[in-house]
């Protein structure tokens, strides 16, 4: 699409120079709302339990479960919670699973005497062949055994199950099923193409050079200094930039201030400083030509747990001058041009992978979809506020994009939902490593990769440099 | 040395009280329902809102730390927040609430001297 545009112009770069200069100017935002305001937290108490943002979670989804469970297994089916359970009678239960993980780290296991462990080598996936499954409402928990893949479930999840209690105390599901799809508004039909660039992962202060070309040909593509006038044309269709988290490198948050003696590091500025600067300039040149939504990620410096918040705009002097810099949480929500997008940085999906046998990131994202909420395994396993109010991962309607950051690779699908839902699912990948980001295109609901690879010394092809797939 | 001391002796005496009608032993033990003295209204209140905290319908009600004020989640929160669920908690508790603001015996849960 973009570059089917790009080619329809007459070439003009190897012409002489022209007394006018073309100019194209951005295509206009016409609407834009900022829908994050679930996520930002005002005054923060950390002093409560995380039952409360579990109990919340069992009571809004439970309608949703209910009414889900009496479409697929018809409306005779009793619902009835755990302390009604008789032996032997076919029931459905709606309630918050947790699964029971041998390989799960626990920090009890660690430091406990009696055990004498060494801490545990982090892995990639904690699941175990072993691993149980336990059901839980407001007052009870029994364990499920039956046909249900405990392999692919992760604790948080809050589904419906069929089946019966038996008489050892377990209970023998047939099927189960989840709360599905939100409802969701319909797309606005738009006239023009517009675009707007989902990038993650810029990976800034990794130490690395050779990124940072392909950071700086992203800033010109989107700012139209790069190309032809037709490239310049199609530029300038892109109406807005989502930055998806992990600006920052892995490499900024070394821990060596901690482990050495203090005389050792007292005039050492912390990597990140050096990153963040970096990342102003590179904002100052995006925000003055194009609107960017910054969102942090897992080794930027905001809060850790979920949902994370807007970095501060006392670290980048240069690029807050221009109001197009809009700092936003990290789960972000927000409706451009009547397109709703919902998007997190990737640390849901990343944690799901760890205790799930899902491989593939945007099986994961779609999952999370269907189970109507962004990150389940938000307390257990992944840091999170405590709520006590409501749970504000939970799907209130069904976007219209939805997408992740930080994946290895990319991944897009149109996903459809029971009642004639049409989700866009992205994975948006790494920029430090795959030097690709991703355009959507709002009109057609359509995503292209578009990659900016540079010409490294171990490249023997000159194949790199160039724009669309 | 006094008399021998014994076991009971350890126990707090407690004077036999004269029933209503004057009767002294052998009356029967008073009828279900029936308090002995009626209870103060403030104690009445708290125990309205006691049963509040323990009714498990309306969610979690922990309290973790010492501070009312900066913790956990106070009584008003809980029916708060039960409203907005649809649990359709008593409105006679927001009411004993609303009028004693700032006590903590009124607005903080049952545990919340205990810390959890």
């Not at chain 1, 006018?20 to 100017?25: H, L």
């Not at chain 1, 005039?267 to 939504?293: F, N, Y």
């Not at chain 2, 009411?95 to 700032?102: A, E, N």
């Amino acid at each position: 699409m973009f570059s089917e545009q790009a080619a329809q112009r007459a070439h003009t770069l190897l012409s002489p120079p022209s007394a006018n200069n073309a100019t194209f100017a951005r295509v206009p935002v016409s609407t834009y709302t900022n829908s994050s305001q679930p996520f930002r937290l005002g005054e923060r108490s950390f002093s409560r339990q995380y039952a409360h943002i579990y109990a919340t979670r069992l009571l809004q989804m439970r309608p949703f479960l209910v009414s889900r469970a009496k479409q697929h297994w018809g409306g005779g089916v009793q619902v009835k919670k755990l302390c009604e359970l008789q032996p032997g009678e076919k029931c459905c239960v709606v309630g918050t699973l947790f699964k029971a993980m041998p390989l799960q780290p626990s920090i009890l296991r660690e430091i406990s005497e009696e055990h004498n462990l060494l801490p545990q080598p982090p892995r990639s996936k904690y699941i175990h062949p072993d691993d149980e499954l336990v059901l839980e409402d407001e007052l009870q928990r029994i364990k499920l055994e039956g046909s249900i893949d405990a392999s692919k479930l992760v604790t948080g999840t809050v589904l419906a199950v069929l089946g019966s209690a038996r008489d050892s105390g377990k209970f023998l599901v047939e099927d189960h099923c989840f709360a599905e799809l939100a409802p969701q508004q319909p797309a606005p039909a738009l006239d023009t193409d517009r675009f707007v660039l989902l990038v993650s992962g810029l990976g800034l202060g990794g130490g690395g050079g050779e990124s940072l070309l392909g950071t700086q040909l992203l800033v010109d593509v989107v700012t139209g200094q790069l190309g032809d006038e037709g490239e310049q044309c199609s530029a300038a269709h892109v109406s807005r930039v989502i930055l998806a988290g992990n600006l920052l490198s892995h490499n900024t948050q070394s821990r060596d201030s901690i482990n050495k003696a203090k005389y050792l590091t007292k005039k050492t500025q912390a990597a990140s400083v050096e990153a963040v600067k970096m990342l102003d300039e590179i904002l100052l040149q995006l925000s003055a030509s194009v609107p960017v939504d910054v969102m942090p990620g897992e080794f930027d410096p905001t809060n850790y747990t979920l949902p994370q918040q807007p970095l501060h705009p006392c670290m980048f002097p240069l690029a807050t001058a221009y109001s197009t810099l809009q700092l936003v949480t990290n789960p972000y929500q927000a409706t451009i041009d009547g397109v709703r997008f919902l998007g997190t940085s990737g640390q849901n999906v990343s944690d799901i992978f760890r205790y799930s046998s899902m491989e593939d990131h945007l099986e994961i994202l779609e999952w999370t979809l269907r189970v109507r909420h962004i990150s389940p395994t938000a307390p257990d396993t992944l840091g999170c506020y405590p709520f006590y109010k409501t749970d504000p991962f939970i799907f209130p309607e069904c976007p219209h994009v939805y997408f992740c950051g930080n994946t290895p690779e990319f991944g897009s699908k149109i996903f459809r939902g029971p009642e004639d839902q049409r989700v866009l699912l992205v994975a948006v990948p790494d920029f430090s490593t795959t030097q690709t980001a991703c355009l959507v295109n709002l009109r057609s609901l359509a995503c292209q990769p578009i990659s900016f690879s540079g010409f490294g010394a171990e490249d023997e092809d000159l194949g790199g440099l160039g724009l669309g797939p | 040395m006094g008399r021998k001391r014994l076991i009971t002796d350890s126990y707090p005496v407690v004077k036999r009280r004269e029933g209503p009608a004057g009767h002294s032993k052998g009356e029967l033990a008073p009828e279900l329902g029936e308090e002995p003295q009626p209870l103060s209204v403030d104690e009445a209140e708290l125990e309205l809102l006691r049963q509040f905290d323990l009714a498990w319908q309306y969610g979690p009600c922990t309290d973790a730390s010492l501070l009312p004020t900066l913790a956990g989640i106070t009584r008003l929160q809980r029916w708060h927040r039960a409203e907005q669920m649809g649990l359709e908690p008593p409105p006679e508790v927001r009411q004993v609430l609303q009028t004693h603001p700032g006590d903590p015996r009124f607005q903080c849960s049952l545990w919340h001297l205990y810390p959890l």
